[in-house]
């Protein structure tokens, strides 16, 4: 043996020893604090964990949780007394456990009740099972009325797209409860999400419950609810998803593997172009099928084809005059410029077919004559379709899996990448099953998601309630769900921000809806929503420049990995209405670097507002540089000093954040939105003295820029490429140098878009640790 590969063995041991040492103090110190806390006679039984939480529940039912840090505590009671009580331990995908467990009966039935209390996360789920059939749910569990006072409430409202407020709502939710100092819970219901919900108003109740109709109640129905305590509020929101979707035992689906969250696709719902429209000189089929070959003409590359409900047949039967997107004329036809048929209608589905007069040859031919991947819209079923005969229906909605198997076998041959399923707040409001029993709802989404997966389809979910949120955890192929009304615009950037958080923290990515390309900033915010990039413009119109700011040139959409969603200094200056201004923030990690991805703007009309802000508030612990993206101006900062951003009535703010490592900040592909996302930078690693990229290029593209920020001229190598001279800004500190992939080199065909490495190092010349810039940070 060698002395190094000795040496190396050596400290194996000891990493290995003192893994064991600590691992066993650990296990001493959970024993030791269930001996300290456990009081196993009549009054009352208590468990704690490192984290500083503790749950009690005593003989009369009376239970409570506390917060050792900030403080907090709840108290609720069963209302009964206790038949017995047990301590214990245990395990699942959250990791180990306490367990309280305990019997009572309630309106004379027998139930039985079990309070986990994670060992190594601020995480309590609490259990009620019904060890009896009954019509009516049980009582609400827990039903907190001892709370901590001066507590902001905000959750999602029960409608459409879930808008966010700043209240408690009684639906099937989230509530987030914070205080100034950003110490959070997130509390919401852990099963049958169609038929729970929370009530109370966060002040003088927090209880867990059911639909007020819900019935039938079989022997053995259990239910949960979620407690997620930590300091940060997004942070929080963090624990309680991924806590959350580990119960339902889904793994996340990687975003290469969907055609809607990789590339840049085109889109025909309300607000695009050819929404209801078309060139009648062609045809709908014909006008797209042009629109596809402008693009691959002017090497725009879309990449797949979005259907809105124009494409199939449709009913006069409106559900009411609210839900009607768009005018629609006294003899039911939705754009009374164009001819009458079944198509042109805005109620429900009568057949999930395409119609004649729009796709002639059918929607097979017409998907292998543009040579795209379609997405295509679904909507309600309509009273009058004969699918009732052939099938069962609940309300307006399909729960037999026959329907879900035909419909998706049509699609899947029809060359459909993603089934999008809208209307979900009026199919849940107009199916009443949907609320009063416990498997109709589920039946309905259960089967969906299943026959769309079982013929490799994604799905997207469109006007959606908190509670299809919180469903969709539990479906791999749900892959992204509108968090904004139609036509994304300046209007729906505050909502769509605050959504995005729900969705994320679902394992759901984020859609914005459809923009036109010339809308600068509605693109960014939708790129960096990581979720799907979309446009609408008419045939000519778009903006070629601005695209590829977005995409790389074989139509990759380079984005962040963690979706712009507000800051914690946010939430709280929202529930003290401080000021109208809102900051999102979306992320990159590469190995030991993150980038920060900084969008701001003015919610007034009429005044000019600043948001002031540490990187610390970005999670930096270092030196960071903060550029400008739109004056193209930057700052060295530390952790804790502060910048503002101010906007007034009209502006937006954009900024890239990224630390400084060895007196440089590589800040990446110049031109692109998203100048560090992995889709051009695929890797990005920080040694003892340089910095490394590893660039990716499409196979047509030549060349690019990369800069940063640097205390001296940086010394650039390349290899599998070459490097243009380095533009160094004494002033500032910028720099900017030109790379060109090896065109003879072939490309990385290992993945599904063949890509061409180039590898970049970076080292600081001269580095000071005292030279710092500190140019004013501004905005045009």
């Known amino acids: 043996m060698d002395i190094f590969?000795?040496?190396?063995?050596?400290?194996?041991?000891?990493?290995?020893?003192?893994?064991?040492?600590?691992?066993?103090?650990?296990?001493?110190?959970?024993?030791?604090?269930?001996?300290?806390?456990?009081?196993a006679g009549a009054n009352a039984i208590c468990v704690s964990n490192a984290a500083g939480l503790s749950v009690a529940m005593d003989a009369n039912g009376k239970y409570t949780v506390s917060c050792r840090t900030p403080g907090w505590s709840f108290g609720g009671e069963i209302g009964h007394p206790l038949r017995s009580a047990t301590a214990g331990s245990g395990e699942d995908t959250g990791g180990r456990y306490q367990r309280i467990s305990f019997e009572w009966l309630e309106r004379k039935s027998a139930m039985?009740?079990?309070?986990?209390?994670?060992?190594?996360?601020?995480?309590?789920?609490?259990?009620?099972?019904?060890?009896?059939?009954?019509?009516?749910?049980?009582d609400p569990f827990p039903a907190f009325t001892s709370l901590p006072q001066s507590l902001h409430a905000f959750s999602y409202r029960q409608d459409s797209f879930a808008p966010p407020q700043f209240a408690t709502a009684n639906c099937c939710t989230p509530w987030l409860l914070f205080d100034d100092d950003a110490n959070a819970l997130v509390i919401s219901p852990a099963s049958h999400f169609m038929v729970t919900r929370l009530i109370g108003d966060g002040k003088n109740l927090i209880a867990s419950g059911f639909n007020p109709i819900l019935r039938n109640i079989p022997v053995g129905f259990s239910q949960q609810t979620i407690l997620a305590f930590g300091h940060g509020i997004n942070r929080t929101w963090d624990l309680w998803g991924q806590s959350l979707c580990n119960f339902e035992g889904v793994m996340w689906l990687h975003a290469d593997n969907d055609a809607i969250l990789k590339y840049l696709g085109y889109w025909t719902d309300n607000g695009a172009s050819y929404y209801y429209n078309f060139d009648l000189n062609k045809g709908y089929a014909a006008t797209l099928e042009s629109l596809v070959s402008y693009y691959v003409q002017e090497q725009v590359p879309i990449r797949y084809l979005q259907l809105d409900s124009w494409w199939y047949y449709k009913t006069v039967n409106l559900l009411d005059d609210r839900t009607v997107k768009g005018s629609v004329d006294s003899n039911g036809k939705k754009n009374p410029r164009l001819p009458d048929g079944e198509w042109n209608r805005y109620g429900g589905l009568l057949e999930y077919k395409a119609h004649p007069y729009v796709f002639p040859d059918g929607l097979e031919a017409f998907q292998k004559s543009i040579g795209l991947p379609l997405v295509t819209h679904n909507r309600w079923i309509d009273p009058e379709s004969p699918y009732h005969q052939r099938y069962k229906i609940s309300g307006?909605?399909?729960?037999?899996?026959?329907?879900?198997?035909?419909?998706?076998?049509?699609?899947?041959?029809?060359?459909?990448?993603?089934?999008?399923?809208?209307?979900?707040?009026s199919i849940y409001q107009r199916s009443p099953a949907f609320s009063s029993n416990l498997d109709t709802a589920e039946s309905f989404l259960d089967n969906m998601a299943r026959a769309c997966q079982e013929r490799g389809m994604t799905m997207q979910y469109c006007m959606p309630d908190p509670s299809h949120f919180l469903q969709g955890s539990r479906y791999y192929n749900l892959t992204t769900i509108r968090t904004s009304p139609d036509?994304?615009?300046?209007?729906?950037?505050?909502?769509?921000?605050?959504?995005?958080?729900?969705?994320?923290?679902?394992?759901?990515?984020?859609?914005?809806d459809v923009f036109n390309s010339t809308e600068r900033n509605n693109l960014l915010l939708s790129t960096l929503s990581s979720g799907p990039v979309g446009i609408g413009d008419a045939l000519?119109?778009?903006?070629?420049?601005?695209?590829?700011?977005?995409?790389?040139?074989?139509?990759?959409?380079?984005?962040?990995?963690?979706?712009?969603?507000?800051?914690d200094c946010c939430y709280i200056a929202d529930a003290r209405h401080d000021h109208s201004a809102l900051a999102a923030a979306a992320f990159t990690t590469q190995g030991n670097v993150k980038t920060a991805y900084?969008?701001?703007?003015?919610?007034?009309?009429?005044?000019?507002?600043?948001?002031?802000?540490?990187?610390?508030?970005?999670?930096?612990?270092?030196?960071?540089?903060?550029?400008?993206?739109?004056?193209?101006?930057?700052?060295?900062?530390?952790?804790?000093?502060?910048?503002?951003?101010?906007?007034?009535?009209?502006a937006a703010a954009y900024y890239i954040v990224t630390p400084i490592e060895h007196g440089l900040a590589f800040l990446g592909d110049a031109d692109k939105f998203v100048s560090n996302g992995k889709q051009r930078i695929d890797t990005l690693n920080v040694d003892a003295d340089k910095v490394t990229a590893d660039v990716l290029f499409a196979p047509t593209e030549k060349s690019i820029i990369l800069h940063g920020y640097s205390i001296g001229t940086?010394?650039?190598?390349?290899?599998?490429?070459?490097?243009?001279?380095?533009?160094?800004?004494?002033?500032?500190?910028?720099?900017?140098?030109?790379?060109?992939?090896?065109l003879q080199t072939p490309p990385d065909n290992s993945q599904a878009d063949p890509v061409r490495h180039v590898l970049v190092?970076?080292?600081?010349?001269?580095?000071?640790?005292?030279?710092?810039?500190?140019?004013?940070?501004t905005q045009k």
């Open 5 to 39: 590969t000795e040496a190396h063995s050596v400290a194996s041991s000891r990493l290995h020893l003192r893994t064991k040492i600590k691992a066993k103090l650990k296990s001493l110190i959970a024993i030791y604090l269930v001996l300290f806390c456990v009081h």
């Open 112 to 138: 039985s009740g079990e309070i986990w209390l994670y060992e190594d996360k601020s995480l309590i789920l609490f259990s009620e099972t019904c060890k009896n059939a009954e019509e009516m749910p049980p």
């Open 396 to 425: 307006i909605a399909a729960v037999d899996p026959k329907w879900w198997d035909d419909i998706a076998d049509y699609l899947h041959a029809a060359g459909v990448q993603t089934y999008e399923q809208d209307w979900l707040n």
């Open 487 to 512: 036509r994304f615009g300046r209007n729906h950037w505050s909502d769509f921000l605050y959504t995005s958080r729900l969705a994320y923290s679902m394992g759901i990515r984020p859609w914005s």
């Open 540 to 567: 000519g119109s778009e903006n070629r420049n601005d695209l590829f700011k977005a995409v790389r040139s074989d139509g990759v959409i380079v984005k962040p990995d963690v979706p712009a969603m507000p800051l």
């Open 598 to 650: 900084l969008f701001a703007f003015n919610r007034s009309l009429d005044e000019t507002n600043r948001i002031r802000l540490t990187p610390a508030d970005l999670g930096f612990d270092t030196p960071v540089y903060v550029f400008n993206y739109f004056s193209s101006m930057g700052r060295y900062l530390q952790a804790n000093q502060t910048f503002s951003i101010s906007v007034n009535n009209q």
């Open 714 to 742: 940086p010394a650039i190598s390349v290899k599998s490429g070459s490097a243009g001279p380095v533009r160094f800004n004494q002033a500032t500190g910028q720099f900017a140098f030109e790379i060109k992939a090896d």
């Open 761 to 777: 190092i970076l080292r600081a010349k001269s580095y000071n640790q005292t030279a710092q810039l500190n140019n004013v940070v």
